[in-house]
């Protein structure tokens, strides 16, 4: 299906956030986003579970923990040796695949695919957006339920001032318990409805001075409601649910967030 040219993928120059899976971790592996919500629903999955876009194993080793049947998927190899690691020094064996979250075969079927915290966002045309949908249908046993969730850009998040250096939050250090700060700028274009953000993490030493700096980029495409409903339609699912929160309460203007369940047929 061809893009209208306004809408090709503008191009990062700085390393991706997902090209140091262990600085990932450092920043972010406490975050709770949506833990809850996918952890109950693989408990919960009559079968096996795959989880797409997988990252360093936030919901997939909790999973392997926990007895689930589940394998991951995820583009970058970083994220996945970082997975990796922390597998070995659990005792697990996870099984991943390193592959585009529009470009995967996984030699069997699942009870539930999910693509957890805001990674559908980084299918940046609508047919890598169309493929990957197909795929998770695919790969869906019959009554098979796909759950992801997407940045739900509010009126208040777009007023916000561009090329501004926001703190993101900041952290205490896991070992040294010294504070970690992250900081976003973020463009839009609202042709294309591309993000980019630039991120910077800073370290910082015991006199409050800055003591290392990484900075990476992330582009992704949001997608409004409508927009989505035309994707689970056009890749083929007969049923799904758009919610406004992992609570499944209704999508409404004050939402940031859409939680899709679809279901193959
Ligand atoms: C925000 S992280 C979420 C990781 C994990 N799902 C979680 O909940 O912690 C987004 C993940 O998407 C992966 N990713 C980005 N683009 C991808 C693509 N095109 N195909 C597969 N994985 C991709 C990144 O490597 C990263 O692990």
Redesign the pocket.
């Known amino acids: 299906m061809p893009e209208p040219p306004t809408a090709a993928p503008p191009t990062a120059s700085l390393p991706?956030?997902?090209d140091d899976?262990d600085l990932?971790d450092l920043m972010?592996?406490s975050?709770s986003?949506?833990?809850d919500f996918?952890f109950d629903l693989a408990r919960q999955a009559n079968g096996p579970v795959l989880?797409?876009?997988?990252?360093?194993?936030?919901?997939?080793l909790p999973c392997l923990q926990a007895g689930v049947d589940i394998e991951g998927?995820?583009?970058?190899e970083?994220?996945?040796r970082t997975l990796r690691a922390k597998a070995a020094a659990l005792s697990l064996s996870p099984r991943v695949h390193q592959?585009?979250?529009?470009?995967?075969s996984v030699p069997r079927k699942f009870a539930l695919v999910?693509?957890?915290?805001?990674?559908f966002i980084?299918?940046?045309t609508q047919a890598?957006q169309i493929r990957?949908l197909e795929l998770c249908r695919e790969h869906l046993l019959p009554g098979g339920l796909l759950a992801f969730d997407t940045f739900f850009p509010s009126l208040e998040y777009f007023s916000l001032p561009e090329k501004t250096r926001v703190l993101e939050g900041e952290v205490p250090h896991p070992q040294t318990g010294l504070p970690m700060r992250m900081y976003d700028t973020r463009t839009f274009d609202r042709v294309a409805q591309t993000q980019h953000s630039l991120n910077e993490f800073q370290l910082l030493a015991a006199d409050g001075s800055i003591a290392a700096v990484h900075r990476s980029e992330i582009i992704s495409r949001y997608i409004f409601k409508h927009e989505m409903e035309l994707l689970l339609r056009v890749a083929g699912f007969a049923r799904w649910e758009i919610c406004g929160d992992f609570d499944r309460r209704p999508l409404t203007r004050e939402s940031d967030a859409q939680i899709v369940l679809a279901w193959s047929a």
């Open positions: 991706s956030t997902f899976g990932y972010l592996s975050i986003y949506g833990f996918y989880d797409v876009c997988c990252g360093t194993g936030r919901i997939l998927v995820d583009l970058y970083p994220m996945l592959a585009d979250m529009s470009d995967f999910m693509i957890p915290f805001n990674a980084h299918n940046m890598a990957c």
